[in-house]
Structures are given as C-alpha cells and as structure tokens.
C-alpha cells in the first residue's frame, strides 16, 4: 500500500512539472510574424539595440555589387497624435534578398545570425523623417502565400521596441488574399506603391505612427 501511494505520489508531482514546463515555454515562444509587440528580453526579432553610434536619418543598406533592384523607401514617424513629427526614433529593418533567404557572410554577430547583412538603422531626424536605400526582396521560398516583406520595428523614449507589420508592396499578388488575415489596430497603413524615379529607381514611402503598450 505504501509503494501505490508513493507512486501515485511521484505520477503527480511528474504530471505537475510537465504541464509547468508546456506553460513556460508558451510564454516564451516567438510572438506572432505580423504583430506589433513590446520588446522586453530582446527576442530575435529585434535589433535596434545593436544600432552603431551615430546612427543617420538615412542608410544604404546592401554591399556594392548586392544582385536586385534598387529600392528607396523614406518616411515620417509621427507621435500618437498623426500630425507631430517624433525626432530620436531608430528605425530598424532586415529583409530577404532577391532569392528570398536572409543572407549571411559567416561573421554575423547578434540578431544579425537570424536577419543577415541585409539590415540596417536609422534616427528620424527633427522632421521625424527617415529613409533607407536598399534592393527589393523577394518572398520566402518555404511559405506559401507571404508577400515579399521588410521586416520593421522601431524604438524611442518611453516607447520601447515594438516589432511592426512588414512593409508590402502594391503589385505583390500576394498581398490581396494574405492583408485579410491580419488584424491592424490603427496606425498608416504597410502597404505602399512603388514608383520608378528618373534614375530608374524604385521608390516608395511608409509612414509611421508611435503606439504605446501596456505591460
């Protein structure tokens, strides 16, 4: 009788540390691809704590010679209010290349282990402007249905790293049947239209709007 109730006794202390175990780890898996998420523990989709000093309202992101389109895409960060230009915010964005992987030279430190080289940061200037110059990524080769994407997240004071909805573009025919599956909660909108400049260049703008989270 002793060694019954010893056994039960341990099936339910090993019943209580696995349902305990399933719980924690929920709580630290990674938050989902198209949501916008206070950055706590610096999880893998951040970046803009590894900004260098000196960080401009503008970047060039890929390496000379780097296959792909060119593409420019500038903005304005404004505050909570849609009108006010926020100064001081540090844009952060990785993307796909023209392959759609996140490619990689070996010598990555950070998160730059899961972004690649293809990334870049940026300050908003007084008119809370920014502007990174880059090539168009292309969509992933594993999923089905994404549209091609650059991935954003942004950061200021008392507004700490939030991840974005990625940026789309227009003439993507992905983007039609995917923006229905993503819940938007205000903000200017991710999808933008590209233009070719007198240089040939794609161009396109997204505007941003600071949001606030409660813990």
Not at 69 to 82: C, Q
Not at 127 to 156: C, K, L, S, V, W
Not at 183 to 198: A, K, P, V, Y
Request: aromatic share 10%; net charge neutral.
């Amino acid at each position: 009788m002793i060694r019954m109730k010893h056994t039960a006794t341990l099936c339910m202390a090993a019943l209580f540390l696995s349902l305990n175990a399933c719980s924690q780890s929920t709580k630290k898996q990674k938050p989902d691809l198209e949501t916008s998420v206070p950055n706590q523990e610096k999880p893998s989709w951040s970046g803009a704590f590894e900004a260098p000093a000196n960080v401009s309202w503008r970047t060039i992101i890929p390496p000379q010679g780097e296959p792909g389109e060119k593409l420019i895409i500038s903005g304005t960060v404004y505050l909570p209010d849609r009108r006010t230009p926020a100064k001081d915010v540090t844009v952060y964005v990785y993307h796909t290349n023209n392959k759609g992987v996140y490619p990689k030279k070996g010598n990555e430190k950070g998160n730059g282990k899961y972004h690649g080289y293809l990334r870049g940061w940026m300050k908003t200037d007084a008119n809370g402007m920014y502007e990174f110059e880059t090539i168009r990524p292309a969509p992933y080769q594993t999923h089905d249905g994404e549209p091609a994407h650059i991935h954003y997240t942004i950061e200021a004071a008392d507004y700490p790293e939030y991840w974005l909805t990625g940026l789309w573009f227009s003439d993507d025919p992905r983007v039609t049947a995917y923006k229905d599956k993503i819940e938007r909660d205000g903000g200017f909108s991710n999808i933008t239209t590209l233009s070719l400049d007198e240089n040939n260049v794609l161009r396109g703008t997204r505007n941003i709007m600071l949001q606030r989270f409660e813990d």
